[in-house]
């Protein structure tokens, strides 16, 4: 079963005249009980589709279901499957994490008990047992953010809409959180995240999809966008190389990095000629920040 489906999705924003299309006729499925991760540039429209996807904005055209529902004609049906972390949105000053995460559950129909206890367990879970019953308003953004994602994880709804969760959050927090996030999809949720931490969507996914201005340009898995790559290895310069490159395969700029996307062979061949003449490198397997740049554009090639 589809956790989520959309058919030729649009939607058209009009604002003083200036016609703005942000999905260009999107067709798009998450399996239930996935972990599905929605990555593009700024702009590109993942907060539009995820908008649409919680009932919280109306499509120009198409269909959209959550969990067999219509998410239009049947939104409020939809709406009791879901919980939803949008971008931007803090907790109320005046409470703690910890009252913030019990009454949002009371608010969903949980019992006091069931509130109290889920409370605990995701304040225990979370690692925010310090800052736990101190008021919201003298939080830190991290510390806020993470409250809010505490929240709507502490649901286990069926279909959980994470957009951008872990920004402004530590290193240890964002671990924090991917080891629950991880949990509360082994538990049976749907988990729809959208990052721009791509190692944080390659931790994290079992499946993906790439948008760039309203398209879907990939729909899979890790691993097969990896391979649109056509490189197994990439061997990193920081500035400039002085080096001859186009001779071990794809070089390419990613702002002050010179990438050499290359095979097994040529990366170690890359390493031996990079020792001889006293140059600094890394070397490792391509990652899914390659393979997303080259898709949406990110990296030049080198003339």
Request: proline share 3%; hydrophobic share 40%; glycine share 10%.
């Amino acid at each position: 079963m589809d956790a989520i489906s959309c058919y030729q999705l649009r939607k058209i924003y009009v604002s003083r005249g200036r016609r703005t299309e942000a999905l260009r006729g999107i067709d798009l499925s998450v399996d239930a009980g996935r972990l599905f991760s929605f990555l593009g540039k700024n702009g590109a429209g993942k907060t539009t589709f995820v908008k649409i996807a919680s009932t919280l904005l109306l499509p120009t055209s198409g269909q959209i279901s959550v969990m067999g529902y219509d998410a239009v004609q049947e939104a409020g049906k939809a709406r009791e499957l879901l919980a939803v972390v949008p971008q931007g949105v803090r907790p109320y000053w005046h409470l703690t994490p910890r009252e913030h995460i019990y009454h949002y559950l009371r608010f969903r129909g949980a019992g006091r008990a069931e509130a109290r206890d889920a409370a605990q367990w995701m304040v225990e879970k979370m690692g925010m047992e310090s800052f736990a019953d101190t008021k919201a308003i003298l939080l830190s953004g991290g510390q806020r953010q993470r409250t809010m994602v505490a929240a709507v994880l502490a649901t286990m709804a069926p279909v959980l809409f994470l957009d951008e969760p872990t920004i402004g959050m530590d290193p240890v927090a964002r671990r924090q959180v991917w080891t629950v996030i991880e949990e509360i999809r082994r538990k049976g949720s749907t988990i729809f995240l959208t990052t721009h931490y791509l190692d944080e969507a390659e931790r994290l996914s079992e499946q993906i999809a790439v948008i760039n201005e309203g398209r879907v340009l990939y729909s899979g898995d890790v691993d097969g966008l990896k391979r649109m790559v056509g490189a197994d290895y990439r061997v990193v310069f920081r500035g400039e190389a002085a080096l001859s490159l186009e001779q071990y395969g794809r070089v390419v700029r990613d702002g002050t990095r010179l990438l050499v996307l290359t095979d097994r062979k040529g990366a170690m061949d890359l390493a031996e000629e990079a020792a001889r003449h006293g140059v600094e490198i890394s070397v490792g397997p391509v990652t899914l920040e390659e393979a997303f740049l080259q898709l949406a554009g990110g990296l030049d090639a080198e003339d």
